[in-house]
């Protein structure tokens, strides 16, 4: 069992930046990992991956706007949030895969950002 817990969601203004953290309560080098976000009414969507290779890829929504990362010293990962819209308004989930395909989530962060 892997427990997640995601921290640094808040209120920011247009244009602002946040940056989310997803501590694991254990070893987590080895899996993939992601966030994922859940705005109000509309299905969760993948927003960015990292493979355990440190290979990241991107929802064509944020790219060039967010960077994913991670720390496996510290069983961390991380989500530089840049430049950020109204529409980035959402709860977001950490997310990791084992190589054994079991998923782990945790409760989730709420970004709001106001215009």
């Known amino acids: 069992q892997v427990q997640l817990v995601e921290s640094g969601g808040g209120l920011v203004q247009a244009g602002g930046s946040l940056r989310l953290s997803c501590s694991a309560s254990?070893?987590?080098?080895?899996?993939?990992s992601g966030w994922y976000r859940q705005a109000p009414g509309k299905q969760r969507e993948l927003v960015a991956s990292?493979?355990?290779?440190?290979?990241?890829a991107y929802a064509d929504s944020v790219k060039e706007r967010f960077t994913i990362s991670r720390d496996n010293a510290k069983n961390t990962v991380y989500l530089q949030m840049n430049s950020l819209k109204p529409e980035d308004t959402a709860v977001y989930y950490c997310?990791?895969?084992?190589?054994?395909?079991?998923?782990?989530w945790g409760k989730g962060t709420l970004v709001t950002v106001s215009s």
């Open positions: 997310h990791i895969k084992t190589k054994y395909g079991v998923d782990y």
């Open positions: 254990g070893s987590i080098f080895q899996y993939q």
């Open positions: 990292i493979t355990s290779g440190g290979s990241a």
